[in-house]
């Protein structure tokens, strides 16, 4: 299998998980940074997977995201999987009030948590042609009001729906289309919420498991979903969270 990751940060990143798993089962994988900040952290890992395809993918810049599925085109003629991890929102509008939210802020929580993801499985599609699959990540907090969360749970909810409408609109060409919602990990991206702490002890507390979940056992589950053996399996939103999310908060 030959498949793209995108949103990986660094060694503790989601995205770092499931690549690793994925190298793991035989994978070719393409690895992109966000910035040249980022680089430094990515390039390191890309080695470790022996990535041939490692390059900068800005989602908001359609310049960069043309660049990289010409390069995949180019260098394997198609794509099996698609692995989007990314989700950002600007500091004052996550850890404000909802009803307080910027239209600005909202709008870019949006833009680069949900909507990259549809902009991506539009530029996957004709390499896709045989089939495949794509694997986004939410969290809980996309059906339950999370402390601390703002306006990422929205945002999350609009991901899995749009889960379910590409699912729907992308099956009949054989790629599916899921979702992971995982319980609370940390990772660079989480240390952004101001009551990441209290989330951990409540999960690992609360979950019918009382253990936190672990990047490798989000990376084992996004690699059967992205693998054949998930090949019945679309517009699903999958927990990964040792059933917190059956108790709540």
């Known amino acids: 299998m030959r498949g793209l990751i995108v949103g990986m940060a660094n060694d503790q990143s989601l995205a770092w998980g499931c690549a690793e798993v994925l190298r793991e089962a035989g994978a070719e994988l393409a690895i992109t940074y966000q910035n ?38 180019a260098l394997w003629g198609g794509l099996d999987f698609l692995l989007h991890s990314i989700a950002y929102a600007p500091k004052d509008d996550l850890h ?67 889960v379910r409408y590409l699912a729907d609109e992308l099956g009949a060409q054989g790629i599916r289309v899921n979702a992971l919602s995982t319980g609370p990990v940390r990772t660079r991206a989480a240390s952004g919420l101001s009551h990441l702490d209290e989330l951990i002890r409540l999960a690992s507390d609360k979950a019918p498991l009382h253990q936190l979940v672990t990047v490798e056992q989000i990376g084992q589950m996004a690699a ?7 090949r019945f399996v679309t517009g699903q939103t999958i927990y990964v969270d040792s059933g917190y999310n059956v108790v709540g908060g």
Do not use: N, W
């Open 36 to 73: 040249e900040k980022a680089r430094r952290f990515v390039e390191p890992l890309a080695q470790e997977l022996e990535a041939p395809i490692f390059m900068p993918l800005d989602v908001t810049d359609p310049v960069q995201v043309e660049a990289v599925f010409a390069e995949i085109a």
């Open 96 to 162: 404000g009030r909802v009803v307080d939210s910027s239209a600005e802020g909202f709008r870019t929580a949006m833009d680069v948590s949900c909507h990259s993801l549809i902009r991506l499985a539009r530029h996957a599609e004709p390499l896709m042609a045989g089939g495949g699959s794509i694997l986004t990540m939410s969290f809980y907090g996309s059906e339950k009001v999370v402390p601390g969360y703002g306006i990422m749970g929205p945002v999350k909810a609009a991901l899995e729906a749009s």
């Open 224 to 230: 059967f979903l992205l693998g054949p053996r998930a």
